[in-house]
């Protein structure tokens, strides 16, 4: 009887033994993983102000080795870009290149010493950016970077974003959207759907005729309304029929189409006829119409205005 007493008692000690060890080893083990959280909570706080003040606030000098490694590098396809001098050199192109700057962190979360950041960037290109000359355009573009931190500083980054999208925001790779948005205006003007061939319009296109032209007399058309009174309005009236036909699209750089095709109309007035050949050079940004060039044989224009 002692005996059981005996080998219960040394049980129930092992069990409490076990129980308050395990008890110590989730609360070391919780402490621990509140500890890690609350670093990468400081990390990511401190992170998002940083890049802020960099890049919206211009403070390009906080690229130093209070914030980031000596060997701070940045993940590349073609180079890495390895050291403090280097890494500033980069990012500076950012600001130099740009201005109206928006930088904007839209989410960023982490696991230890790793870092993920969804950012969106906006700015207007004014100045030189890693050798393209200032185009004046605007870009937005969203993009992901990996990030390692050593302890509370920046080791290493990654960028990811669509290289493509951005040139063609830039104006140096054309949109391959190019062609359908004059594709669809010709359409649009073939239906008589005039509204939606100024629809596709900036507002502030330029628009200039032929030199020789009757209508080049208003160039440049400056907005669409004026297009339209200008040049629409006045083909409308003089002639019972203008079609576009045999058209072609040739898509060419710097987001510019040009246009193959012939006039066939036949004029109110007169009964004269109209088949001349004729090329439309279009400049786009951002999907819309910001000038317009024609090219036609306004020798057989003028002819048929004065016919009898």
Partial sequence: MRTHLYFRTIIVGLFFISLFGCDNQSKKELAQLKEVNQKLQSNLSSYEKLWDDIVNKGQIDLINTTHFTENITQVSSLENIVGIENFKSYYKNFLIGFTDITFTVKDAFGQGDKIVKHWNFKGTHTGNFFGIPATGN????????????????IAQE?????????????????????ISVIENLYNNFSKGDIPAVLAAMDANVVWNEAEGNSKADGNPYNGPDAVLQGVFARIGAEHEYFHLKEIQLHEMSNNQVLATLRYQGKRKDNGAMIDAQAAHFWTLKNGKIVAFQQYVDTKQLAEAEKSN
């Fill in 158 to 178: 990654q960028d990811f974003m669509d290289n493509m999208v951005f040139m063609q925001q830039l104006g140096v790779q054309s949109s391959p959207e190019n």
């Fill in 138 to 153: 605007t870009v937005d573009i969203d993009g992901v970077t990996l990030v390692k931190m050593d302890g509370n500083k």
